[in-house]
């Protein structure tokens, strides 16, 4: 609130007390030579209500200034707070970034040697098949070598027998 040399007046009351001067002109030309009589009393007492109005608005004044002054500080230390939350902020995304890159990379890494190993056991399990594949082949062949020389040798005795 700005210092003014304006003061705000309740109407209704100003009217009233307008009123009441009037009537009381004929008293007030009375009061005025005793005023006259008293008025070192009044100048006195005049300046003392001055000091004391003077007194308060500086008082009012400064009390202003120090409330603008913690509002200033208030400000300030909001900005201060401010700056400081966001730059927080910036850092956890920053480490955040970075562990779920990190977490990726490990992740590829791990798919990469559990493929590896897939297609290693795969390979493995395919030369089991071949080899045992191979086994039974050369063993079903040896049985049906055998097998061609016993029918072999038994057309031949038939053959011997008859003829």
Known sequence: MPLTRR???????????????ERSIP???RSAE????NKEDIISRANQYAEE????????????ADELTIIQQAEMEAQHLRKQVQSEIESMRQRNISEVER????????IEAMRQAAQAE???IQQDADRYAE???????????????VVKNGRSHLQNANG
Do not use: K, N, P, W
């Open 7 to 21: 003061t705000v007046v309740d109407e209704e009351q100003l009217l009233s007390q307008l009123l009441a001067v």
């Open 27 to 29: 008293d007030t030309i």
């Open 34 to 37: 005793s005023i006259l009589q």
């Open 53 to 64: 109005l003077i007194q308060s608005a500086e008082q009012r004044a400064a009390q202003i």
């Open 103 to 110: 977490a990726r990379r490990q992740t590829q890494q791990e």
């Open 122 to 124: 795969c390979e493995q």
């Open 135 to 149: 086994q039974v082949l050369v063993e079903l062949e040896d049985r049906l070598g055998h097998m061609i020389r």
